[in-house]
């Protein structure tokens, strides 16, 4: 849906402070509720567009998020991503463009390319590349900003900074294309837009946790994901320094 919409001029659905959906946001939400509802009628679904599908407190939840990167969707660019995953489970991030797949049952994490055999994802802080984003909002300011992050000169010596304004960066740490990905936030193991990212991560087993070094959950904030402890810790001491 994403593939076969691209290109079109597409009117835009305000959603306040800068935010917007597609017809193409919705239509590939429509799309994804319908393949799950077909094979797990009784789950519930939460979908960044459509809200809550079925009951909040069922057992089995769907988090969905059909088009990460509208922005530049919308100006003709393909960094985009879609992302499912199912709440405490398994997960997957589509590069539609790419024709990539990764995926997770929760315990293992691999890719699936145009019909190859899938391959295992294999973490590695080789590239040297952080990808940052620098989307608003910024609710950890001025403690801790991302910007600052880039400034500081040990991030400078040892990492090579990238900006992505999609959570398909989180796919790209799993399978080794980049050493780290930090963004600030709240709790994001429940959000729509990280969720399957997460879990894709930890699956492949990178070292996740908030910008302040700590689990991510309810009292988290925002996301530190790297492709090995070192990594992380010459991150976090940089983001230490800088608070």
């Known amino acids: 849906m994403v593939r076969n919409?691209?290109?079109q001029r597409l009117n835009r659905i305000d959603k306040g402070a800068g935010d917007f959906a597609t017809a193409a946001d919705v239509e590939a939400e429509?799309?994804?509720?319908?393949?799950?509802?077909?094979?797990?009628p009784d789950d519930a679904v939460l979908g960044e567009e459509g809200g809550q599908h079925g009951d909040a407190d069922a057992v089995r939840q769907w988090l969905v998020?059909?088009?990460?990167?509208?922005?530049?969707?919308a100006v003709g660019n393909m960094l985009v991503a879609v992302n499912v995953a199912l709440r405490g489970g398994a997960a997957a991030v589509a590069d539609p463009f790419g024709g990539e797949v990764f995926f997770t049952d929760g315990e293992t994490a691999w890719e699936r390319h145009d019909g190859a055999d899938d391959?295992?994802?294999?973490?590695?802080?080789?590239?040297?590349?952080v990808d940052v984003n620098l989307d608003p909002p910024f609710p950890s300011a001025p403690g801790f900003r991302a910007v600052d992050l880039l400034a500081h000169p040990a991030f400078v010596e040892r990492f090579r900074p990238r900006v992505v304004s999609t959570t398909l960066a989180l796919?790209?740490?799993a399978a080794g294309r980049r050493a780290a990905y930090v963004t600030d936030g709240g709790d994001l193991s429940r959000s729509v837009h990280f969720a399957a990212g997460i879990a894709?991560?930890?699956?492949?087993?990178?070292?996740?946790?908030?910008?302040?070094g700590a689990p991510i959950g309810e009292a988290g904030r925002g996301l530190v994901v790297a492709a090995d402890d070192e990594t992380h810790g010459l991150l976090m001491a940089m983001i230490r320094s800088r608070s």
């Not at 429509?30 to 797990?40: C, D, F, L, N, Q």
């Not at 998020?65 to 969707?73: A, F, I, S």
């Open 5 to 7: 919409m691209y290109g």
């Open 30 to 40: 429509k799309t994804i509720i319908g393949v799950i509802r077909a094979a797990r």
């Open 65 to 73: 998020d059909p088009l990460c990167g509208t922005l530049n969707y």
């Open 119 to 129: 391959a295992p994802l294999t973490p590695t802080p080789a590239s040297r590349l």
């Open 171 to 173: 796919a790209w740490v």
């Open 200 to 212: 894709l991560c930890r699956a492949a087993g990178c070292t996740v946790t908030g910008i302040d």
